[in-house]
């Protein structure tokens, strides 16, 4: 297959990361573009990788005919309006989570991409961590029977620039992971509604401003199952993404925080190494998740998560929202 042409919009951490596996990890694609306002940020990465087209104006780079398909690695606020402008450019297109922010900015993306007939898929990279691929086959085939109890968990290693951290980001960027993990291990019903607890409790100082760093969610899904999904921003030993579901014929329990199979014995204990980044744990599910995109773009396939998927998680959020400012349970609009 000829290779897909990548452009990339943001050139951040993680379109530093997606744009160096465009350039150099897959067979099947090739970045040919970098696009950031913040420039120097473009040309370093375009350095690095050897990429000749910097934009400043990421509305260049979509109008450049050479590129076929774009990532979104920009900052959660700017997504749905990439998705737009890039489906209007009639490019495939990676968009990192979340897609949007507002139901309403979801309903246009999906919109968009419908009537541009392009590709969309989204950054919920835990559905290409192995444990978890394999436990969504599993439930689908029905080898633990109807999920009754369902977890999921993120906890970051470090919180930097706390101050920096816009309001709600617990919900709409990190707990989205897990909000998503559910729905997808839960397949055959929908989000019905939540209970959000919340807190500062690495950063009591910023609460006022409004840093979230700590909650818990239970979620009620449409069959009955009840879910939890957690999320802290200082996991001191290291970064932490786990599940497990609990059905009628068994369990099944996912995520491994070991970075190898390596076992220390000293006079100290028994021990073995953490990931300090989720590009390292979970290296492979990046990677994987990027390949698939550019298939689907090159045989013009439809990718999961899609768009839909974006939506149902997002409306999860922003349930999780409206509960931590009532107190009380608030239901899932979808
Ligand atoms: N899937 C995951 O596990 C995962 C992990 C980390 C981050 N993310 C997501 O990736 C996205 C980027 O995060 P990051 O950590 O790389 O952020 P970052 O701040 O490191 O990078 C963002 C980049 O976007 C550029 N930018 C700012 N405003 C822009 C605009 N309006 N249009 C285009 N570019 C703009 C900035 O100059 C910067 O280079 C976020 O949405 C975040 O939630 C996903």
Same mark, same amino acid.
């Given at each position: 297959?000829t =290779?897909? =042409?990548? @452009?990339?919009?943001?050139? &951040?951490? $993680?379109g530093?990361?997606? &744009? ?13 573009a970098?696009?950031? *306002?913040? #420039?120097p ?12 087209k910097?934009?400043?104006?990421? +509305?260049? %780079? ?8 774009? /990532? ?5 606020? !700017? ?10 450019a009639?490019?495939g297109?990676?968009?990192? =989570? ?24 989204i @950054? ?12 969504? +086959? ?8 109807? *999920?009754?109890l ?5 906890r970051?290693p &470090?919180?930097?620039?706390?101050? #920096?951290?816009?309001e ?12 998503d ?7 055959n019903?929908? *989000? ?11 950063? *009591?100082?910023? #609460?006022?401003?409004?840093? %979230? ?7 009620k899904?449409?069959n ?14 290291g970064?932490?993404?786990? @599940? ?10 996912? @995520?491994? /925080?070991r $970075?190898?199979? $390596?076992?220390?014995?000293?006079k100290?204990? /028994? ?10 744990? %979970? ?6 998740? $990027?390949?698939q ?10 990718? !999961?998560?899609s768009?839909?998927?974006?939506? +149902? ?11 931590? =400012? !009532? ?8």
């Amino acid at each position: 297959m000829t =290779k897909v =042409k990548i @452009g990339l919009i943001g050139a &951040g951490r $993680m379109g530093s990361f997606h &744009g160096t596996t465009a350039a150099k990890r897959l067979d099947n694609a090739e970045l040919v573009a970098i696009a950031d *306002p913040f #420039k120097p940020n473009a040309e370093r990465l375009a350095n690095e990788l050897g990429v000749s087209k910097v934009y400043e104006n990421p +509305k260049d %780079l979509l109008a450049d005919e050479e590129v076929e398909a774009v /990532i979104i690695a920009t900052p959660a606020r !700017t997504h749905s309006s990439w998705v737009i402008a890039a489906a209007e450019a009639g490019k495939g297109i990676f968009c990192e =989570k979340p897609m949007a922010v507002t139901a309403q900015e979801a309903e246009d993306a999906i919109a968009a991409v419908a009537k541009a007939g392009v590709q969309l898929q989204i @950054g919920f990279n835990r559905r290409f961590v192995d444990d978890f691929t394999q436990a969504g +086959k599993e439930i689908r085939e029905n080898r633990i029977g109807e *999920p009754q109890l369902l977890r999921s968990l993120t906890r970051d290693p &470090g919180l930097n620039n706390a101050e #920096k951290i816009p309001e709600w980001t617990i919900f709409l960027e990190t707990l989205i992971h897990d909000f998503d993990t559910l729905n997808f291990l839960n397949p055959n019903a929908d *989000p019905v509604s939540v209970y959000a607890s919340a807190d500062a409790l690495i950063r *009591p100082d910023l #609460k006022d401003n409004g840093l %979230l760093d700590t909650a818990v969610v239970t979620i009620k899904y449409s069959n009955g199952a009840i879910a939890t999904a957690e999320a802290n921003f200082q996991a001191v030993y290291g970064y932490d993404v786990r @599940g497990e579901v609990f059905g009628t014929e068994g369990m099944l329990s996912l @995520g491994n /925080i070991r $970075m190898n199979s $390596m076992v220390r014995y000293t006079k100290d204990g /028994i021990s073995h190494d953490t990931s300090r980044q989720d590009t390292d744990l %979970l290296f492979n599910a990046y990677v994987t998740e $990027m390949n698939q995109f550019a298939n689907c773009v090159r045989y013009d396939t439809t990718p !999961t998560p899609s768009g839909n998927d974006a939506k +149902k998680a997002l409306a999860i959020a922003l349930a999780c929202i409206e509960s931590v =400012k !009532t107190g009380a349970v608030a239901p899932v609009i979808l």
